[in-house]
């Protein structure tokens, strides 16, 4: 279509009718009448050849086209409204970076990671959220725990997670040196990960590791690492996690991994921008910058993992 007869008042039309799911109320927050609404609406489907909603006798549906089209409408209309902000921002006015990240990743990393970010670039004002945020929270990129997947989304891994056993070091004082009976004999705390089963990772670790006889079918279940690497600092059970998030509690001693045993299943941190965010030098560079900060420290040289200290003294 050529972009100067783009039906722009047809669009925001049809953009406020999905939004509502009501053509009266939308009508009202356009403060047009209906029956021009309606126009806008019909001679847009008109255009297209296709049908945007289903409408029934006190509801309407968006139709598969509708879905489609209304994606690309939101997208575009965002980027007009940022622009035009930008546009009218005074001199010096700072700019906003809205940024997504999982519990654990925004209570261990955050601090250092943002602290240098605002170093760098001082005239950036940060927004973090969390997914507790709610479905509807805004975002300009997000870090994803999640496998390798196919999406519409620039993505780029962070780090690769492979979980090993932490625990407190009073419970290797006297425990097993055989791994299979020190899981035997400790509690054990699971991470729930969505959508799949609460002993998931327990149940991996075993099975990879060559592990037999041991029940994984029992102990506690958090939602997040940190509640869960929380617990264990307590001096309750064995955890598995990957000890790039918890460096600072088993450089200080406060946890340990009595075992030279880790998993891999594909899990990792993995940063999502939407494929139009790209276009914003904002966005874009905070995306340089944070793969190159991982590229450097996600998983140090010279971290210790796979300390061996039951029975002994710490080796590397």
Known sequence: MDRRRLPLNALRAFEAVAHYNSFTDAANALNISQSALSRHVIGLEETLGHKLFERGHKSIALTVEGRAL??????????IEQALREVGQSDGQKRKLRINLPPSFAMKLT???LTDFRRSFPEVLLEVSTPYGGPNSEFDLAVVYTRPTVDEWITDLLWEERPTILCHPDLTRNGS??????IAENEIVHI???DLDPHHMWQRFVLQNGITDVSTDRGVTFDSASLAV???LSGHGLVLVDPVLFREELESGRLVTPFDADYYEGFGYYLKIDADGLADPLIAGFRSWLISRFRNNGRPDGHRRGLRV???????
Do not use: H, N
């Open 192 to 194: 729930k990960i969505v």
């Open 111 to 113: 601090v250092p990671l």
């Open 177 to 182: 040196a055989d791994i299979a009976a020190f």
């Open 230 to 232: 929380q617990y264990v």
């Open 310 to 316: 039951i029975g002994g003294t710490d080796s590397a």
């Open 70 to 79: 209304l994606s690309g409408v939101v997208k575009g209309f965002d980027r």
